[in-house]
């Protein structure tokens, strides 16, 4: 069966700070990812997805990027971290319709 | 573009009530519809789905019906419990290229013992 793990699970970063969050997929090849961003008591707001290795597709202009250097690995990256960007980042892959989240990491921007 | 609207909460009932939930959506094409729950702390999973009109999804005693002449997938519950407390997402998926899902702002749901 397919899981998907993140890492870490929570995360206490100060301003400017980088940033990176680890994905990683287990049980499916060649899987569409996604990663989301939902701040407190929000809705979600997709950030990135990838359709393979290097494709990556940028839904929001912002101070993050992601990668995706192996098949079933998506990290999230940020070289200087805002305090808006606190919030709980899931991310996600598709068996073509039902999304499929992982646990998720809480980021607090200090 | 693609849209989905789902009530505001929070919505607060007490164990064993009966729940709605609605939700209406805007797609061109011929969508797959989903509700999606996240307990607390948790990441989203998905409750059930339905692929085309008329069709039912159900699980865990939620029922929801595709309903392509309203645009509706309202989500019900006969009895909850204090366990289903927790935030539900209406979401449709269309399939196309990057299989994108376009989810609802989610409504969190409190039952009371």
């Known amino acids: 069966s397919q899981t998907i793990h993140q890492w870490p699970a929570t995360l206490v970063q100060p301003v400017g700070s980088p940033l990176s969050l680890e994905c990683t997929v287990e049980?499916?090849?060649?899987?569409?990812l996604y990663w989301y961003r939902q701040a407190a008591g929000r809705g979600l707001q997709l950030l990135f997805y990838?359709?393979?290795?290097?494709?990556i597709s940028s839904e929001v202009p912002q101070n993050l990027s992601a990668s995706r250097p192996q098949d079933r690995q998506f990290i999230l990256s940020s070289k200087k971290l805002l305090l808006s960007d606190s919030g709980f980042y899931l991310c996600?892959?598709?068996?073509?319709?039902?999304?499929?989240f992982g646990p998720g990491t809480r980021l607090l921007v200090l | 573009g693609d849209s989905v609207t789902q009530m505001e909460g929070p919505v607060t009932l007490s164990e064993e009530a009966f729940l709605t939930i609605n939700c209406t959506y805007t797609?061109?094409?011929?969508?797959?519809l989903f509700w999606y729950v996240q307990y607390p702390g948790e990441g989203l999973q998905l409750l059930l789905k339905?692929?085309?009109?008329?069709d039912k999804g159900s699980n865990k005693g939620f029922e929801a019906t595709y309903r392509k002449e309203t645009t509706s997938f309202h989500l019900e519950k006969g009895s909850v419990q204090v366990s289903d407390s927790a935030v539900y997402f209406c979401?449709?998926?269309?399939?196309?290229?990057?299989?994108?899902?376009?989810f609802g702002a989610g409504t969190r749901l409190f039952v009371k013992a």
């Open positions: 996600a892959w598709t068996d073509q319709e039902t999304q499929y």
């Open positions: 049980g499916t090849s060649n899987p569409n």
């Open positions: 990838s359709v393979g290795i290097g494709q």
């Open positions: 797609a061109t094409g011929y969508p797959s």
């Open positions: 339905a692929t085309k009109a008329d």
């Open positions: 979401a449709l998926s269309d399939g196309t290229g990057g299989f994108k899902t376009i």
